[in-house]
């Protein structure tokens, strides 16, 4: 039996159709369900990234928190990943990137407000929280909710070593390799040593480097992509209109955006949503786990604080990916050595080498790079708490930070098709129990959003300066007075 081709087999199946009607399904109930208070809201979640609740329960900031979920979304995914799709699904694709992360925030809002809710407090004083919390207290039924909290910290903890580890290391130093030479073994011995002088400090050493890496790699690309679109401005209607002419067209031919790509809105469909969950991780449950960790005065603020990720990360710097394929017109590109398309990071190179000659290679590496290395920091606390949650030992943890740097060797040096199949498997596996909860507990989700709403967002909208926690005290306080 070919192992190889089973696992590829059963990754496409855990990754088809079903499932990724299942993840947009379930985000547009949520809108619909929340009154479509996430997309009202985003603005007013925007400000609350920097509104700072130091004096409340939590380990790290909510922009901590909020940079430590988006250093494990945006990844490879935000280059490779969107230059992929628009090859295989056409330029359409992107718009159905956009589309699915305009339902993702519903999602992304819904599992962070569970995990805040939910969250415990460990042996150590720090937060525990995330999808098997929710799935362990939220859920009436204890046999359920404990089995799916059980197979959901599994599913995390396997992935996280592929996913958010080998896979981002073999980037990094793939991209190394090709574009100056520098050998596999050194570009590996680099990133294990940054990685567990990091990671074996915990979460507070995490949040710390997220708040300087991913500002910093977001800026930098957002300049250096600006300067493509503008250079090429021209092109941008012409994009645009080829764009969600695609999107939407059943049988549709790309024009000059595309070359001789083919695609139709089926296949536009599949492939823009597929990247985009990819990318945003929107209803996989793993950015609950860095928003449990946060200090806020109520769930729902960081719900809201925590779905802009998937703004950012989908909406904006995917989005630049795209329009900087898009208006150079090197969509379609056929490579002369083997006879196909160019796709992923070549693709994105030559996107940007049309403006910056031999320095897009530089470019684009220190992008993936940047990129890669901030995944490996984001999974490794997910699959600490995941660990946590199966084994309560503090020694084990530990054991735990260590080897996962010390695998970042291993995924820079090795090709592991196998287990990067197993583990995108398990990485897609994850959705299942997180979603089923979401719907389980969608009353609840609804119930925290409502009563936020009321007595927060409306009063501060206003200019007012609004600490739920304190006010829910001092009406406490005056009613047993009363």
């Known amino acids: 039996m070919d192992v190889s081709k089973l696992l590829a087999d059963v990754n496409n ?7 990724l009607a299942l993840l947009v399904g379930t985000g547009i109930f949520l809108t619909i369900r929340l009154k ?8 007013y979640a925007i400000q609350m990234i920097f509104r700072q609740k130091n004096k409340h329960e939590g380990d790290i900031s909510p922009f901590q928190s909020l940079m430590t979920a988006l250093s494990a979304t945006v990844g490879t995914g935000n280059i490779v990943g969107v230059s992929t799709a628009m090859v295989l699904g056409g330029p359409g694709a992107l718009v159905w990137m956009w589309i699915s992360a305009a339902f993702g925030l519903s999602t992304k809002y819904g599992e962070s407000v569970l995990a805040v809710k939910y969250r415990e407090t460990n042996s150590v004083g720090e937060m525990a929280g995330g999808p098997m919390y929710a799935m362990k207290h939220g859920i009436s039924n204890k046999f359920i909710g404990s089995t799916m909290a059980a197979l959901f910290a599994i599913f995390v903890v396997l992935s996280s ?15 190394l390799s090709s574009s100056y030479g520098i050998p596999t073994w050194v570009a590996g011995a680099v990133i294990m040593v940054a990685s567990v002088s990091i990671l074996v400090r915990g979460i507070h050493s995490i949040g710390k480097v997220s708040s300087v890496i991913v500002p910093t790699m977001a800026v930098f690309y957002f300049i250096a992509a600006m300067v493509v679109i503008i250079v090429n401005i021209s092109a941008i209607p012409a994009g645009v209109a080829e764009m969600f002419r695609m999107a939407f067209s059943f049988d549709a031919v790309a024009g000059g955006v595309g070359g001789s790509i083919i695609a139709s809105m089926l296949t536009s469909m599949r492939w823009g949503v597929a990247r985009g969950v990819f990318s945003n991780e929107a209803g996989l449950g793993s950015a609950p786990i860095a928003a449990a960790a946060a200090r806020t005065d109520h769930a729902s603020r960081q719900g809201y604080v925590n779905m802009t990720g998937t703004f950012f990360d989908t909406m904006i710097v995917c989005m630049l990916t795209g329009l900087v394929i898009a208006s150079t017109g090197v969509l379609g590109t056929v490579d002369p050595a083997t006879g196909k398309l160019v796709s992923g990071a070549q693709l994105t190179i030559l996107a940007f080498s049309s403006v910056f000659g031999e320095y897009a290679k530089l470019i684009v590496s220190i992008a993936l790079s940047l990129f890669a290395f901030s995944t490996i920091l984001g999974w490794e606390y ?29 995924g820079a040096t090795t090709t592991l098709e196998v287990v990067w199949n197993f583990s995108d498997t398990m990485n897609g596996l994850m959705a299942i129990p997180n979603l089923i909860c979401l719907l389980w507990l969608s009353n609840d989700i609804a119930k925290e959003c409502f009563e936020y709403q009321e007595a927060v967002v409306v009063r501060e909208k206003n200019g007012e300066d609004v600490d739920y926690n304190a006010e829910t005290e001092e009406m406490e306080a005056v009613h047993q007075r009363i």
Do not use: C
């Open 13 to 19: 199946f855990v990754w088809g159709p079903v499932m």
């Open 36 to 43: 479509f208070l996430p997309w009202r809201n985003l603005g």
């Open 161 to 175: 070593f592929g996913i958010g580890n080998m896979t981002q290391a073999n980037s990094i130093a793939s991209a």
């Open 382 to 410: 997910y699959g600490e708490k995941a660990l946590e949650y199966l084994i309560k030992n503090r020694k084990v943890i530990m054991s735990y930070r260590v080897i996962f740097g010390l695998i970042t060797f291993i």
